[in-house]
Protein backbone atom coordinates (compact mmCIF):
# COMPACT_ATOMS: atom_id res chain seq x y z
CA UNK A 1 0.00 0.00 0.00
CA UNK A 2 1.62 3.22 -0.78
CA UNK A 3 1.32 6.57 0.61
CA UNK A 4 -0.41 8.07 -1.93
CA UNK A 5 -3.27 5.54 -1.54
CA UNK A 6 -4.15 6.69 1.92
CA UNK A 7 -4.03 10.63 0.67
CA UNK A 8 -6.75 9.53 -2.32
CA UNK A 9 -8.84 7.49 0.70
CA UNK A 10 -8.63 10.69 2.72
CA UNK A 11 -9.43 12.67 0.09
CA UNK A 12 -12.79 10.87 -1.76
CA UNK A 13 -14.25 10.27 1.56
CA UNK A 14 -13.66 13.65 2.98
CA UNK A 15 -15.19 15.02 -0.16
CA UNK A 16 -18.14 12.74 -0.69
CA UNK A 17 -18.77 12.99 3.32
CA UNK A 18 -18.80 16.50 2.49
CA UNK A 19 -21.01 16.86 -0.39
CA UNK A 20 -24.65 17.07 0.34
CA UNK A 21 -25.93 20.04 2.04
CA UNK A 22 -24.52 20.42 5.38
CA UNK A 23 -23.91 23.65 7.91
CA UNK A 24 -20.55 24.20 6.45
CA UNK A 25 -20.69 24.13 3.19
CA UNK A 26 -24.30 25.80 3.11
CA UNK A 27 -22.05 28.29 5.14
CA UNK A 28 -19.60 28.38 2.33
CA UNK A 29 -22.42 29.66 0.18
CA UNK A 30 -24.01 31.98 2.09
CA UNK A 31 -20.66 33.97 2.59
CA UNK A 32 -19.96 33.74 -0.76
CA UNK A 33 -22.98 35.05 -1.65
CA UNK A 34 -23.31 37.50 0.75
CA UNK A 35 -19.08 38.83 0.70
CA UNK A 36 -17.75 37.58 -2.02
CA UNK A 37 -15.56 34.38 -2.96
CA UNK A 38 -12.62 35.50 -1.35
CA UNK A 39 -14.19 35.32 2.08
CA UNK A 40 -15.53 32.39 0.95
CA UNK A 41 -12.01 30.83 0.94
CA UNK A 42 -10.82 32.26 3.98
CA UNK A 43 -14.05 30.16 5.33
CA UNK A 44 -12.75 27.19 3.88
CA UNK A 45 -8.96 27.48 5.29
CA UNK A 46 -10.82 28.23 8.40
CA UNK A 47 -12.91 24.98 8.48
CA UNK A 48 -10.01 22.93 6.64
CA UNK A 49 -7.40 23.93 9.62
CA UNK A 50 -10.20 22.41 12.58
CA UNK A 51 -10.65 19.52 10.07
CA UNK A 52 -6.67 18.32 9.77
CA UNK A 53 -6.35 18.37 13.96
CA UNK A 54 -9.54 16.06 13.92
CA UNK A 55 -8.71 13.84 11.72
CA UNK A 56 -5.35 13.69 13.16
CA UNK A 57 -7.15 13.13 16.75
CA UNK A 58 -9.44 10.69 15.07
CA UNK A 59 -6.62 8.49 14.32
CA UNK A 60 -5.25 8.65 17.95
CA UNK A 61 -8.31 8.15 19.25
CA UNK A 62 -8.79 5.10 17.00
CA UNK A 63 -7.95 2.66 19.40
CA UNK A 64 -9.46 4.30 22.84
CA UNK A 65 -12.65 4.83 21.06
CA UNK A 66 -13.13 1.34 20.11
CA UNK A 67 -12.18 0.88 23.89
CA UNK A 68 -14.74 3.07 25.62
CA UNK A 69 -17.97 3.92 23.26
CA UNK A 70 -19.25 5.87 25.70
CA UNK A 71 -17.03 8.94 24.35
CA UNK A 72 -19.33 8.74 20.99
CA UNK A 73 -22.24 8.93 23.16
CA UNK A 74 -21.34 12.14 25.00
CA UNK A 75 -20.16 13.33 21.40
CA UNK A 76 -23.24 12.85 20.11
CA UNK A 77 -25.28 13.98 23.22
CA UNK A 78 -23.23 17.23 22.92
CA UNK A 79 -24.07 17.84 19.52
CA UNK A 80 -27.36 17.55 19.98
CA UNK A 81 -27.50 20.45 21.97
CA UNK A 82 -25.45 22.53 19.71
CA UNK A 83 -27.17 21.70 16.51
CA UNK A 84 -30.80 22.99 18.34
CA UNK A 85 -28.88 25.94 19.59
CA UNK A 86 -27.31 26.36 15.86
CA UNK A 87 -30.91 25.62 14.35
CA UNK A 88 -32.28 28.48 16.41
CA UNK A 89 -29.38 30.77 15.85
CA UNK A 90 -30.26 30.41 12.13
CA UNK A 91 -33.75 30.98 12.49
CA UNK A 92 -33.56 33.84 14.10
CA UNK A 93 -30.83 35.05 11.31
CA UNK A 94 -33.66 33.86 8.83
CA UNK A 95 -36.29 36.55 10.61
CA UNK A 96 -33.38 39.46 10.47
CA UNK A 97 -32.14 38.91 7.10
CA UNK A 98 -31.94 42.21 6.05
CA UNK A 99 -29.76 43.63 8.88
CA UNK A 100 -27.58 40.26 8.88
CA UNK A 101 -26.68 40.86 5.35
CA UNK A 102 -25.79 44.87 6.21
CA UNK A 103 -23.93 43.78 9.42
CA UNK A 104 -22.09 40.66 6.85
CA UNK A 105 -20.77 42.85 4.60
CA UNK A 106 -18.90 44.64 7.33
CA UNK A 107 -17.29 42.19 9.15
CA UNK A 108 -15.63 41.04 5.92
CA UNK A 109 -12.24 39.64 8.30
CA UNK A 110 -14.41 37.39 10.76
CA UNK A 111 -15.06 34.44 7.82
CA UNK A 112 -11.58 32.65 8.63
CA UNK A 113 -12.78 32.70 12.31
CA UNK A 114 -16.46 31.90 11.52
CA UNK A 115 -14.79 28.70 9.41
CA UNK A 116 -12.71 28.13 12.58
CA UNK A 117 -15.55 27.79 15.02
CA UNK A 118 -18.12 26.53 13.07
CA UNK A 119 -15.70 23.34 12.19
CA UNK A 120 -15.33 23.23 15.91
CA UNK A 121 -18.98 22.97 16.72
CA UNK A 122 -19.33 19.94 14.20
CA UNK A 123 -19.55 17.30 16.35
CA UNK A 124 -19.79 15.16 13.20
CA UNK A 125 -15.91 15.43 12.56
CA UNK A 126 -14.40 12.91 14.76
CA UNK A 127 -16.68 10.11 14.81
CA UNK A 128 -17.03 10.33 10.71
CA UNK A 129 -13.13 10.31 10.59
CA UNK A 130 -12.86 7.68 13.09
CA UNK A 131 -15.54 5.61 11.38
CA UNK A 132 -13.80 6.29 8.27
CA UNK A 133 -10.13 4.75 9.94
CA UNK A 134 -12.07 1.76 11.47
CA UNK A 135 -13.33 0.73 7.84
CA UNK A 136 -10.19 1.83 5.97
CA UNK A 137 -8.40 -0.85 9.15
CA UNK A 138 -10.43 -3.61 8.89
CA UNK A 139 -9.31 -4.06 5.08
CA UNK A 140 -5.83 -3.66 5.74
CA UNK A 141 -6.04 -0.50 3.97
CA UNK A 142 -4.95 2.06 7.06
CA UNK A 143 -1.38 2.63 8.38
CA UNK A 144 -0.59 4.24 11.80
CA UNK A 145 2.97 5.21 11.10
CA UNK A 146 3.99 8.74 10.62
CA UNK A 147 4.40 9.29 6.72
CA UNK A 148 0.93 7.08 5.82
CA UNK A 149 -0.84 9.05 8.88
CA UNK A 150 0.09 12.17 7.53
CA UNK A 151 -0.74 11.59 3.88
CA UNK A 152 -4.22 10.72 5.14
CA UNK A 153 -4.93 13.55 6.88
CA UNK A 154 -3.85 15.85 4.45
CA UNK A 155 -6.00 14.00 1.79
CA UNK A 156 -8.96 14.42 4.15
CA UNK A 157 -8.35 18.53 4.60
CA UNK A 158 -7.81 19.13 1.20
CA UNK A 159 -11.33 16.86 0.00
CA UNK A 160 -13.07 18.79 2.70
CA UNK A 161 -11.44 22.24 1.57
CA UNK A 162 -12.14 21.03 -2.23
CA UNK A 163 -15.70 20.98 -1.85
CA UNK A 164 -15.87 23.90 0.38
CA UNK A 165 -14.19 25.85 -2.17
CA UNK A 166 -17.11 24.65 -4.79
CA UNK A 167 -19.53 25.16 -3.09
CA UNK A 168 -18.19 28.90 -2.72
CA UNK A 169 -16.75 29.17 -6.09
CA UNK A 170 -20.20 27.92 -7.59
CA UNK A 171 -22.75 30.03 -5.28
CA UNK A 172 -24.61 31.88 -7.83
CA UNK A 173 -24.93 28.68 -9.96
CA UNK A 174 -26.29 26.86 -7.40
CA UNK A 175 -28.71 29.80 -6.33
CA UNK A 176 -29.94 29.89 -9.59
CA UNK A 177 -30.93 25.65 -10.30
CA UNK A 178 -31.73 25.35 -6.90
CA UNK A 179 -34.00 28.74 -6.65
CA UNK A 180 -36.31 29.07 -3.63
CA UNK A 181 -33.73 26.67 -2.01
CA UNK A 182 -30.84 29.02 -1.36
CA UNK A 183 -32.89 32.41 -1.49
CA UNK A 184 -32.92 32.42 2.04
CA UNK A 185 -29.60 30.22 2.62
CA UNK A 186 -30.27 30.96 7.00
CA UNK A 187 -32.98 29.15 7.10
CA UNK A 188 -32.26 26.37 5.02
CA UNK A 189 -28.87 26.33 7.47
CA UNK A 190 -32.05 26.20 10.62
CA UNK A 191 -33.68 23.63 8.35
CA UNK A 192 -30.77 21.40 8.07
CA UNK A 193 -29.23 21.58 12.17
CA UNK A 194 -32.48 21.20 13.22
CA UNK A 195 -33.12 18.01 11.56
CA UNK A 196 -29.75 16.60 12.20
CA UNK A 197 -30.35 17.65 16.14
CA UNK A 198 -34.02 15.92 15.68
CA UNK A 199 -32.83 12.93 13.92
CA UNK A 200 -29.80 12.33 16.71
CA UNK A 201 -32.22 12.32 19.48
CA UNK A 202 -34.39 9.81 17.80
CA UNK A 203 -31.50 7.53 17.15
CA UNK A 204 -29.96 7.91 20.66
CA UNK A 205 -32.84 8.19 22.98
CA UNK A 206 -35.65 6.17 20.72
Not at 31 to 44: D, F, G, P, T, V
Not at 49 to 74: D, H, R
Request: hydrophobic share 50%.
Amino acid sequence: MTILLLFIFGFVFSFLGSITPSMLNMTALKISLEKNKREANYYSFGVSLVVFIQVYIAILLTKYISENPNFLESLEKAGIVIFFILSFYFFRQSKSKNHTVKASKDRKGNSFLSGILLSLLNMFAIPFFWGTVTTLEMFNLMSFDTFPSAFFIFGSTAGTFCILYLYGKNAKKIQKKTGKLTKDISLVLSVITGLVAIFMTIKRFF
